[in-house]
């Protein structure tokens, strides 16, 4: 009697434990977000979140679906597009693959404390109105981008050395006075070395300011990165001077007030 009793009890449990694993576990197991190995390239397959637009409708929420000229011009088979959903995310690809992506930062300079510091000491505070035809505004807003690029250099350094010790070797870019649509801007970025020899990481930015908004642009060559990287490095140094032209001629001009 005992054991047929013991028996009807595991087969009571038995139906139960579905339902016990659909609503209990989750209170002691929460759902993990997954997470992608940093250190580990994404495969450059067309996927939803990098892949050539589609649509209008699809791409509605990029930004780069406003500031991006007509017409890019892209190397010969290469097409230049924003990347479908609304990741602020421009694709490069070949063939219906992804070869690489630019991204781009919009940052209000309102909650910027720091950059509205650099625009103090350049001589044009925060909310000054902007004349850009002017070239002593240029010279000042320039002096204040420079002065922002030089802090994250620093900031660069510091967490580069944290993170790889003496296994990498960095140099930093020469600063370049460039024009980011009608905007004066600054060209720069920064190239490690792997010890044993050949290349860890390069990337390349551009930094614009329109009086209201900082623009970071940048594109790169990273197998750590997830976005704003080319796969190979090879793709990078073709794209190159296309990306400077797709800069100077993006849709950012300036906007007076504060």
Not at 84 to 97: D, I, Y
Request: proline share 7%; aromatic share 12%; glycine share 8%.
């Amino acid at each position: 009697m005992l054991r047929v009793y013991h028996l009807f009890l595991l087969v009571v449990l038995l139906l139960l434990a579905p339902l016990g694993f659909k609503f209990v576990l989750p209170y002691f197991f929460p759902n993990k977000v997954e997470q992608k190995n940093s250190v580990t390239a994404p495969t450059s397959k067309t996927s939803p979140l990098i892949s050539p637009g589609a649509s209008s409708n699809s791409i509605e929420g990029n930004i780069w679906q406003k500031i991006l000229g007509k017409n890019p011009i892209a190397p010969h088979g290469w097409q230049i597009a924003p990347c479908q959903g609304n990741a602020p995310l421009l694709c490069v690809s070949s063939k219906g693959e992804v070869l690489g992506t630019v991204e781009i930062g919009v940052y209000q300079v309102s909650n910027n404390p720091n950059f509205q510091k650099d625009l103090q000491e350049a001589g044009v505070p925060f909310g000054t109105q902007l004349d850009y035809k002017n070239p002593s505004n240029q010279t000042k807003v320039l002096s204040a981008l420079k002065a922002w690029v030089a802090y994250y250099y620093t900031s660069l350094l510091k967490d580069r050395q944290k993170g790889y010790g003496n296994k990498i070797s960095f140099s930093t870019h020469p600063l370049e006075e460039v024009s980011v649509g009608k905007l004066p801007g600054v060209r720069y970025g920064f190239t490690g070395i792997k010890q044993e020899g050949g290349l860890q990481e390069q990337y390349i930015s551009h930094v614009a300011y329109d009086g209201k908004t900082l623009y970071v642009i940048s594109t790169s060559f990273d197998p750590g990165a997830v976005t704003g990287k080319f796969e190979k490095l090879e793709n990078l140094l073709i794209f190159q001077p296309y990306y400077y032209a797709i800069a100077e001629n993006l849709n950012l001009s300036v906007i007076n007030g504060s």
